[in-house]
């Protein structure tokens, strides 16, 4: 077990615990007399209207759950395979039609980029079985694992109950201590005197400061799942006898096996100094691109009020929002599999960056590759699911509102909670199959002896297909 980089979380700890917390309450006066009529019928209607909205919730996580546990796995080749047809032929379409109309420039780029989505598509076809049986693999873990599920959810609340503190905590020091952040002075024009508000110096340091603390805690929250997902899978891939006895002796709600809870106590307690530093790097990076977008704002302001042209200033601010936008996705890409080695061998974050640059040394470009497959499998189902919620949210607004109620704003709003709930779900996956290229590259031969034999042969068939040089079976 490695140390811990030094006690990062305290400064969590700091950021999070001095947040102005306030709460508001509220008070109504009821009314009596003749409108109580209106008031009981107003009450049916919102009763019918809050079943209704809870009953589109609950349809949304079941049906996301349902299909991607029992559609997914079966589906996942035909998905990327789909995925990967449609765009060059869309494409294409699009260039034939754009020359019937004569539109020649438009005719050129789509037939360009028919061309770069076929190349693409024909050189990563063959590594199609490779991902879906990665993918597989980790829906075998997460369903001996259900309790994942749930952990979700909680974890996406919790984001939720963060980002109202926030922004209460914003609305407090604005509203009640603006003095910290505003340099107000009175400005005279005739009779008329108003002042003239700017934020301050020490109010730029506060707003970036909780700018800075939005995206840290945000980074945070979404790392300590990753990581408690990388530690399950690796459980379920080491040790998978010892998980089930420990989970005959100690039964847990909601399906959560003591993997879960072993996992999560790591990831909060044990790993939690390397969580923290390594989402503080993308929360700098975070703050820099929302600095570097503001300035650029402003200068496209000021350009239009000065009637000018862009010049070099503009260039340059445009390259750096173009540097710091990419630094910063692939601070996060590396940080997913860093946090992937936190979680299976207790890494402290250096070493864990250490063996993300071994990896991707011996297998970088297939890593990235077989990600973006399964991302498009997953963005298939997305939309799949997306489509069954919102014709079930029509259903149901038939069945509690009759057909006075609007079809197509209630089928829009089940379609964001379909696709809501998949990225809440789709979160377990990812971190999941990561997990698992990492143990494949690390020990193939514990999937072999502890595990279905049929998943080894599917995965190892497949590794054949994909890397025939590179594969040692």
Known sequence: MFTQPPRLEFSFYFFFNTLPKHKKTHS??????????????????????????????????????????????????????????VPPLSCFVTAVASLLTLNVPVAFFSLIMSAMGAYYAFEVWNKIPFATANL?????????????????????????????????????????????????????????????????????????????????????????????????????????????????????????????????????????????????????????????HFGRKRRQEQRRLDDTGPNATDFLCCLLQFLVDKLELIMEYFNSW????????????????????????????????NDELVTRSLSMMSWLISLVTGLVGVFLGYAFLGLGFGIFPLFFFSVFLGRASCQVLFGVVTSAVDTVVVCFAESPNQLRNKHDPELFRDLIHAWRKAYPEDCGF
Request: negative net charge; hydrophobic residues 45%; proline residues 2%.
């Open 136 to 292: 597989k693999i980790a829906l075998s873990a997460i369903g001996d694992n259900h309790g994942l599920w749930a952990l979700a959810y909680a974890v996406s609340m919790q984001a939720c109950v963060w980002m109202l503190l926030w922004c209460s905590a914003v609305a407090e020091l604005v509203k009640y201590s603006s003095s910290w952040v505003f340099d107000c002075t009175s400005s005279v024009d005739d009779e008329i005197s108003e002042p003239v508000c700017r934020v301050s110096t020490p109010g730029a340091f506060i707003a970036l400061g909780m700018i800075f603390s939005f995206f840290w805690t945000n980074q945070v929250l979404n790392n300590i799942f990753h990581t408690t997902i990388a530690g399950v899978v690796g459980t379920w891939w080491f040790n998978p006898e010892e998980e089930t006895q420990s989970a005959r002796r100690r039964s847990g709600w909601c399906g959560c096996r003591p993997a879960i809870y072993d996992s999560w106590i790591r990831s909060n307690f044990y790993s939690f100094g390397s969580i923290c530093f390594g989402s503080s790097l993308v929360g700098v990076l975070k703050v820099l691109q929302f600095i570097v």
């Open 28 to 85: 109504s006066e009821s009314m009596a007399g003749d409108d109580d009529d209106h008031h009981d019928s107003g009450y049916n209607v919102d009763q019918r209207n809050m079943l209704l909205v809870l009953s589109l919730v609950g349809s949304a996580i079941a049906i996301s759950s349902f299909l991607i546990n029992v559609l997914l796995g079966a589906f996942a080749s035909m998905l990327i395979q789909i995925s990967l047809v």
């Open 338 to 369: 860093a946090f992937v080695y936190v979680g299976l061998y207790g890494y402290d974050y250096w070493s864990a960056g250490k063996q993300v640059k071994t990896l991707f040394m011996e297998r970088g470009w297939d890593v990235i590759v």
